[in-house]
C-alpha cells in the first residue's frame, strides 16, 4: 500500500506528499511581502496531517516576521468530527480586529471564505487578501483568481504508481527517506492578494 497525500501510518507503508510545511510557510512570507502584518488561518488543525502542516508552516512564518498570533484569527473550515466541509455561513469571522490577509489551507475553503467575507461586507482584496493551497480547480468558482500554492498532483499519482511498481518487483523497496517521499510546490500569483505597504521583513 502507497499513502498518497498524507503522512498518517507512514510507519506502515510509503508515502508520497507534497511539502505542505514549506508551502505554508511560502504562502504566509508571500503575504508578508505584501505588506501585511496580521494574518490569519482557515482550517481544522488535527482534522489531516496535511492540514497540521500547512498551519505550522503559516506558524513557522508567523514566528520568523514577529508577528502576532490570535487564537480568534484561526477559523475553522470543518467538522472535527464528521470532517464535513462548512458552508460558506458557517465559517465564524473574527467578531474584532479583522486581519487584513488570510492563509487557507485549500482553495475550496479559500473559496468559500471569500463568499462569507463578501457576505459580511469585505472586498476581496480590496479589504481583505485571501492566499490558498492545492491550485485545486474548484477553488476558482470564487468569481477571483486565487492565489495559490500547486502541489503537483500528477506528479505525486506518477510518484505513487512507480513506488507501487518497484514493490510488485522488490517487496523491500522504498521511495524517499524513511518511505516518504516529498515533492516541491509551485507558487501561482493571481487577483485574491494585493501590496497594502512595504514587505515585512523577518527577523
Same mark, same amino acid.
Given at each position: 500500500m502507497v499513502n498518497l497525500d498524507t503522512t498518517n501510518g507512514w510507519e506502515m507503508c510509503d508515502c508520497v506528499v507534497s511539502n505542505n510545511f514549506m508551502g505554508g510557510c511560502r504562502?504566509?512570507?508571500?503575504?508578508?511581502?505584501?505588506?501585511?502584518?496580521?494574518?490569519?488561518?482557515?482550517?481544522?488543525?488535527?482534522?489531516?496531517s496535511s492540514i497540521d502542516d500547512r498551519y505550522s508552516g503559516y506558524l513557522k512564518s508567523?514566528?520568523?516576521?514577529? #508577528?502576532?498570533?490570535?487564537?480568534?484569527?484561526?477559523?475553522?473550515?470543518?467538522?472535527?468530527?464528521?470532517?464535513?466541509?462548512?458552508?460558506?455561513?458557517?465559517l465564524i469571522l473574527p467578531k474584532e480586529d479583522m486581519p487584513t490577509?488570510?492563509?487557507?489551507?485549500?482553495?475550496?475553503?479559500?473559496?468559500?471564505?471569500?463568499?462569507?467575507?463578501?457576505? #459580511?461586507?469585505?472586498?476581496v482584496p480590496g479589504d481583505v487578501s485571501v492566499a490558498g493551497f492545492d491550485n485545486y480547480m474548484s477553488g476558482q468558482s470564487a468569481g477571483i483568481g486565487i492565489t495559490t500554492y500547486e502541489t503537483g498532483a500528477k506528479e505525486m499519482a506518477e510518484r505513487a504508481v512507480h513506488s507501487m511498481l518497484q514493490k510488485?518487483?522488490?517487496?523491500?523497496?522504498?521511495?524517499?527517506?524513511?518511505?516518504?517521499?516529498?515533492? #516541491?510546490?509551485?507558487?501561482i500569483e493571481r487577483e485574491s492578494a494585493r501590496r497594502i505597504g512595504p514587505p515585512v521583513r523577518s527577523l
Open positions: 504562502m504566509t512570507d508571500y503575504l508578508f511581502e505584501l505588506g501585511h502584518e496580521k494574518i490569519g488561518f482557515v482550517g481544522t488543525r488535527r482534522s489531516t508567523l514566528m520568523e516576521h514577529g #508577528a502576532e498570533w490570535k487564537e480568534d484569527w484561526v477559523i475553522d473550515d470543518r467538522s472535527p468530527d464528521s470532517g464535513r466541509i462548512y458552508k460558506s455561513d458557517e490577509a488570510f492563509f487557507c489551507n485549500c482553495d475550496l475553503s479559500a473559496g468559500l471564505l471569500i463568499a462569507r467575507l463578501e457576505k #459580511a461586507g469585505y472586498g510488485c518487483r522488490n517487496a523491500s523497496y522504498t521511495s524517499g527517506t524513511s518511505g516518504i517521499f516529498m515533492l #516541491a510546490g509551485r507558487f
